[in-house]
């Protein structure tokens, strides 16, 4: 009996450890529900938050889960969960994964919206974020920093996320390695669409930074893998690898103006990335190289324009004995096995030499530590049209070792090198934006250097040992990559691409009211027609969408009287705002403005142009006041007369880099007795890694202004990187400079007519406060 008893209880006992845990749904309504349900929380559990919108809420999930058992947080339908408000997101614990929430209309009330990490002993491991939507997302204003996603801890994971619109401070996606607990930390960044993010006017708007300089020497083991980055424009770094031992593997930079970059830390593997640019953009780089120990293989560059800090492949010289925040030198860096197609002067050495600064500049920056010790081997290089200047010296290039790499410029001579050599192939379109060579060059002698073994497929994934060849790609895929097909990356419940249902309307107005009901109710993209001769105005139009206004009869421009209270505008420019004025006579009394920004609370950008119109009698056509931004800025074919101030974009005084527009357009314009600051636009701090603002002023005329300017300077472009001053007439205007260009950036000026207006000088070095 004893025995039957025993043998009894042994199976019970051994059945109840085998038996396959009960999965544990647990539905939640509100944010009390939710805290106790994470709280109880055991490993299998499912967390469901119902459909709708749940603001101000600050979620500490905090759990123990384990590899088969993870415990889930997830929206009840993906998609339907609407977090807004002040709310955010932490994870701390084991095993947790979050799934199907969607960030809108809100912002985090503290330095990030999703961080795996509770505080700073508490931290996620092996925890997952994935089939989540963050979209603008933004604090109130651009200097207020932040970073949408925030890595702690060790093997966690971002995958299959939309994430677009970050306008303010800070990294988009930051990994953090500061503590041992989140080093050599494996975390892996996957299969996201990181959509537009809007240039911010300075840095710290990478999309993703990996560390920081004061970690920059721990060890990662990072994967940013078949992500899709498309018009990642927050400044010259889209990706900034600042630690060791990170990969970036099989993703698609579209048209993003910035490049990745291995700005900190070393022996990173950059493999089989696509950069795809655009003709009519020069800001689209590739890659750009720091430090020891990179490999850059399998890469294929289509279009890139980018110059030197965003050149196709910018390999930089360092500062000897660099601090960590600085440059360090290039050294065993390997370069083989890639394709550059159409790219202008895709090869730049030395980039950032800046040893004819040693003036105004201390000795611990001067980068003259060039490139050694790098093999660049088994390259193609191909152009419809020859390029003159396919490799770009900026200092010497005896540091870098030329093999077997190829180049067809149409028969166009360049400076040689050896290890370089011209070659007859052609190649043909596989898909939108991919071209593979046509013709087999399989034949061309390879050079096999240390470790190249280890190169084993293309970026297509064919095996190297069966045909190998220069270039990322040795012969045509089984399958297409269909690299432009979107529904690969981010969510499967998300688009973010308009539909063909919307339809732009055009609204005729023939009144003040009529007008201010039409801004209202028009939807972004819509025209509003002035239909009368005269409008008397005296309130601002408040502008927040994409709005064109124009009148009915070109030949007969209606007018805008606007007679509000002084130091306003008469259109108030507001986030998102995007207004185009077309054939309008717009007048003040002399006390207001006819565009401003916001005061306060710009958490995102505005644009403004400005076509065939009059402006008169304002304080200033536009005060730009601090913390705005402006993408673009254009008059064309448009009189300024008879205003104190002009166009002004100078209020980022801190000299930390930042401006107030990124692009400034003049063109076919009369500026008359415009009194001060006719154009102002300010950048200050010395940050050798902006490459903005721009500013162009081509075919227009400045008569008698500028007198109560109290620099003596017209057009006032201090610290501006890119300005084109061409075909201009200066006349009569009492100033003592018309413009000081900085002869070391992109200032050019060319074919102006100056007549008893001051000089136009150019300064070679500019002195800057040093930010670092």
């Known amino acids: 009996m004893k025995t039957s008893l025993l043998i009894i209880s042994t199976a019970i006992l051994f059945l109840s450890f085998t038996k396959s845990p009960q999965k544990e749904d647990i539905y939640v309504k509100n944010s009390t529900e939710l805290n106790a349900a994470i709280e109880t929380a055991r490993p299998g559990a499912e967390i469901i938050m119902a459909n709708g919108n749940w603001n101000d809420i600050q979620i500490k999930f905090v759990g123990y889960g384990n590899e088969k058992q993870p415990i889930t947080l997830r929206a009840e339908t993906a998609g339907k969960v609407y977090i807004g408000g002040q709310s955010d997101l932490k994870l701390g614990g084991e095993y947790l994964v979050v799934s199907g929430l969607y960030f809108t209309n809100g912002a985090s009330p503290s330095n990030a919206v999703i961080n795996f990490a509770i505080n700073k002993d508490t931290v996620a491991n092996h925890s997952r974020v994935t089939n989540t939507v963050i979209l603008d997302y933004n604090k109130a204003q651009r200097n207020q920093t932040d970073l949408w996603v925030l890595f702690n801890g060790r093997y966690n994971e971002l995958d299959h996320c939309y994430i677009a619109g970050k306008s303010n401070r800070g990294p988009t ?48 083991y990072t994967v940013v893998s078949n992500n899709f980055f498309d018009r990642c424009n927050g400044e010259v770094e889209i990706i900034s690898s600042k630690t060791n031992f990170n990969e970036f593997r099989n993703n698609v930079f579209y048209k993003s103006e910035g490049s990745l970059v291995t700005r900190h830390g070393n022996y990173c593997l950059i493999d089989g990335n696509y950069f795809i640019g655009d003709t009519d953009s020069e800001q689209i780089g590739g890659v750009r190289l720091i430090g020891t120990g990179h490999w850059v293989t399998n890469n294929y560059f289509f279009n890139l324009k980018g110059k030197t800090f965003r050149s196709p492949l910018a390999v930089m010289n360092g500062i000897p004995k660099s601090p960590l925040n600085r440059y360090l030198q290039v050294t065993d860096v390997v370069v083989a096995n890639n394709s550059w197609i159409n790219c202008d002067s895709p090869w730049q050495f030395g980039v950032g030499t800046n040893v004819d600064q040693k003036e105004i500049l201390p000795l611990s920056e001067i980068r003259s530590a060039r490139p050694i010790r790098t093999i660049v081997a088994n390259n193609l290089i191909y152009n419809d049209k020859g390029d003159q200047q396919p490799i770009v010296a900026h200092d010497s290039i005896d540091g870098i070792d030329f093999e077997n790499n190829i180049i067809n410029n149409q028969g166009v001579s360049f400076e040689k090198v050896s290890g370089l050599e011209a070659k007859g192939f052609t190649v043909s379109e596989l898909e939108e934006n991919v071209f593979i060579p046509a013709s087999d060059i399989s034949g061309t002698e390879l050079y096999n250097g240390f470790e190249f073994d280890q190169i084993k497929t293309d970026i297509f994934g064919n095996f190297r040992e069966d045909k190998n060849s220069v270039g990322a790609i040795v012969e045509t895929p089984s399958e297409k990559p269909n690299l432009m097909d979107r529904s690969q990356y981010g969510p499967d419940w998300f688009t973010s691409e308009a539909t063909n249902s919307v339809v732009n309307k055009t609204h005729s107005v023939g009144s003040v009211s009529q007008i201010t009901k039409a801004i209202q109710k028009a939807k972004s993209g819509d025209t509003i027609v002035l239909t009368s001769n005269r409008y008397k105005l005296k309130t601002p139009l408040k502008i927040e969408k994409d709005l064109t206004i124009r009148s009915e009869d070109k030949s007969k421009k209606a007018i805008i009287q606007y007679n509000g209270q002084e130091k306003t505008p008469a259109f108030e420019m507001n986030p998102k705002g995007e207004l185009t004025l077309i054939d309008l006579i717009l007048k003040g009394t002399g006390e207001q403005y006819a565009f401003a920004s916001l005061k306060n609370n710009m958490s995102s950008l505005y644009n403004l142009s400005v076509v065939d119109s009059k402006i008169s009698d304002f304080d200033y056509v536009l005060k730009a006041y601090k913390l705005s931004f402006s993408e673009y800025i254009k008059f064309k074919s448009t009189a300024i007369t008879n205003c104190a101030n002009g166009i002004e974009l100078s209020e980022e005084t801190d000299d930390r880099g930042e401006y107030n527009a990124e692009n400034i357009l003049i063109n076919a314009c009369q500026f008359k007795e415009v009194g001060k600051n006719v154009i102002d636009y300010y950048r200050g701090g010395y940050d050798e890694s902006t490459v903005g603002g721009n500013l162009v002023v081509t075919n227009s005329s400045f008569t008698k202004c500028g007198a109560q300017e109290e620099d003596g300077v017209l057009l006032n472009t201090y610290g501006i990187i890119n300005v084109e001053l061409s075909g201009n007439k200066f006349l009569d205007n009492p100033v003592k400079f018309v413009a000081r260009l900085w002869g070391a950036k992109n200032n050019t000026h060319s074919n102006n007519e100056i007549k008893n207006s001051g000089e136009l000088i150019v300064e070679e070095n500019l002195p800057l406060k040093l930010m670092y």
């Not at 996606?173 to 299969?191: M, P, Q, T």
């Not at 930074?209 to 990662?220: D, E, R, V």
């Open 173 to 220: 996606v930051r990994i953090d390695l500061a503590g041992n607990k989140s080093i050599k930390n494996h975390h892996k960044i996957h299969d996201n669409y990181f959509g537009p993010r809007p240039p911010k006017g300075g840095p710290s708007a990478e999309t993703i930074q990996l560390g920081n300089s004061y970690t920059s020497m721990a060890p990662s």
